[in-house]
């Protein structure tokens, strides 16, 4: 079927149609991220969908043990299936550390544990075996010291294991009177480097993507995306920076003219109050620190951390590793039951 002239290019790879389970990846073996995925599985919470996870079973169990919870910890085979949830189990796909973790203490020799991890996982969903990956936090700097210096993050890692040219990192939470979702034109970059990191064609694919899987998967039928400024003021006519003028405004003209609703560029600070927002479905913020403590303010430990336009479903924690944590019991794992539900909504879609 032809698609209209005023239709928006579907820019994003669509998942694969497969597998409902979800691969949870246990993060930084330090951190709370173990602990996270024994808490969610002392009580699934009606969890619907079947999870494992993908770490040492071995230092799950040693955590389960130093935190007095019962956890049933079945290693499954290669072609195994995985069960349904059931309150005090949770299947495990092993992956084996590299050194003996303790809570709180970070090795760099675990490093190349935890790349494992998330490649099994991504190797799981590509090949149909789940539907969806979600990840705990990992540390950047265990693993730039542990011998990958170009490691930036899961976003950046998750687009060069799957091939793709675009991917657009984005938080969302339902703690808003309206579900506020704040999507980034550029990740985990030094301020210095982000002016020369937003091109007109660069900003247009990541619109598109963004549009894109609002559409496919979150069912939002025309998506309105909001756009900051990258300078105070949206640049004040060129007074204040000129990057509105020469590359913001004439990429998002162009993307009015395929039919994508776009607004802006508009003025950070007053972008995140209720007159715009409660007309919204998204908002695309310059960079990492201009958007995300909003959100974070909004909805900290109650968001989902989303990766859009990888062709499939990855959600994780909107938290770090919380080392000072790690082994207490008292980290909440709220985040990471928000970031599975999620996940089976978007592959449930995808499905």
Known sequence: MTQPANAPEDAAPRPRKGNPVLALTTGEPAGIGPELALAVARDWQGLSVPVVAVGDPELLAARAERLGWSIRLPVLRAGEPVPAPVDGCLPVWPVALNAPATAGRLDPANARYVLRTLDLAIAACREG??????????????????????????????????????VVMMLATTRTARPLRVALATTHLPL????????????????????????????????????????????????????????????????????????????????????????????????????????????????????????????????????????SGRADAGSLRVALDVARQMSARAH
Do not use: W
């Not at 265990?142 to 793709?164: M, N, Q, S, W």
């Open 129 to 166: 075996r789940a539907g969806g990956m979600v990840t705990a936090p990992l540390h950047k700097g265990a693993i730039i010291d542990g011998g990958h210096p170009g490691f930036t993050g899961h976003t950046e890692y998750l687009r060069d294991a799957c091939g793709v040219e675009d």
């Open 192 to 327: 210095a480097r982000v002016a020369e990191a937003i091109t007109q064609a660069g900003l247009s694919r990541i619109v598109r993507v963004l549009d894109a899987e609002l559409r496919h998967a979150f069912g939002i039928e025309r998506p309105r995306i909001l756009v900051a400024g990258l300078n105070p003021h949206a640049g004040e006519e060129g007074h204040l920076g000129r990057e509105e003028i020469e590359t913001i405004t004439p990429a998002l003209e162009s993307l009015r003219e395929a039919g994508i609703d776009v607004v802006g560029p508009l003025p950070a600070d007053t972008l995140f109050t209720p007159h715009h927002l409660d007309r919204a479905d998204a908002v695309l913020a310059m960079y990492h620190d201009q958007g995300l403590p909003v959100l974070k303010y909004a909805g900290f430990g109650q968001a989902a951390n989303i990766t859009l336009g990888l062709g499939m479903v990855r959600t994780s924690v909107d938290h770090g590793t919380a080392l000072d944590l790690a082994g």
